[in-house]
């Protein structure tokens, strides 16, 4: 039972972390869209989210995950980050 104990403890550390890095990237987001606006460029960039979610899924086969769950999940964290500069 310690062990297990200690491994969700372990786990929840690191879920913390996730969630601390998503809280500084979305803070990144509203930075992103003051120099969108003064350069007078859109909010989405296609191109740019295409080169995310294709790293996300390269750095997943580097990882041993599925790259189909890194792309789900850089499609929603690139959606939010959206939201965030509206």
């Avoid at 890095?21 to 979305?26: A, D, N, V």
């Avoid at 960039?45 to 792309?71: G, S, W």
């Amino acid at each position: 039972m310690k062990n297990l104990k200690s491994a969700r403890k372990k786990i929840d550390s690191i879920d913390k972390r996730i969630i601390l890095l998503l809280s500084e990237r979305f803070g990144m987001a509203k930075g992103l869209k003051r120099l969108k606006k003064q350069q007078n460029l859109r909010i989405r960039d296609r191109a740019r989210e295409k080169e995310v979610i294709d790293n996300a899924r390269t750095m997943a086969k580097q990882h041993d995950i599925k790259p189909e769950f890194a792309e789900e999940l850089f499609k929603k964290i690139v959606r939010y980050t959206r939201q965030k500069q509206r």
